[in-house]
């Protein structure tokens, strides 16, 4: 029992700091758009999400035709990380699968950085493709 309490404590420990950013980004959105847009949005990828998640895995133990990964991961890049982290621990889906994680953790990652180019008004990506945009006219 103390080992699992101990699993579950690192499992927040490792999940906290991916949720500074998007609270910080999705209370900034609160105040740029209407509330029930942005909960609409959230609670509509999460539910869906997690809906998803649980299918697959019902599939994946009935022996049926799965739910593709790309379809996973494209919900959880449309904001279903958070609820997928959780789904992957709390029905063991998809958790042991090294090539399935690598790619859950760069969206990770990359939804990170939009949260935090969000806050500061996609500055950052502006200059991106400030500079990819004059690299292409250059050619």
């Known amino acids: ?3 699992r309490l101990s699993v579950w404590l690192l499992w927040i420990l490792l999940f906290a ?3 500074i950013l998007p609270t910080m980004a999705i209370r900034k959105a609160m105040e740029e758009y209407e509330l029930s847009y942005v909960l609409q949005y959230s609670f509509g ?6 809906f998803l998640y649980w299918a697959d895995k019902r599939k994946a133990r009935r022996g049926n035709w799965r739910i ?5 991961h494209i919900s959880e890049f449309f904001g279903g990380w958070f609820i997928a982290y959780w789904m992957q621990r709390f029905i063991w889906h998809k ?3 090294d090539s399935y994680q ?3 953790w760069f969206i990770g990652i990359v939804q990170q950085y939009f949260m935090f ?3 500061y ?3 950052h990506t502006k200059i991106i493709f400030d500079i990819l945009s004059r690299s292409i006219l250059a050619k």
């Not at 990828?45 to 997690?50: L, P, W």
């Open 102 to 104: 690598t790619e859950f």
């Open 117 to 119: 180019d969000y806050l």
């Open 95 to 97: 958790i042991r699968k």
């Open 121 to 123: 008004s996609w500055k």
């Open 68 to 72: 593709s990964e790309g379809t996973l």
């Open 17 to 19: 700091p991916f949720v």
């Open 1 to 3: 029992m103390k080992s």
């Open 45 to 50: 990828v999460c539910f869906a999400t997690a």
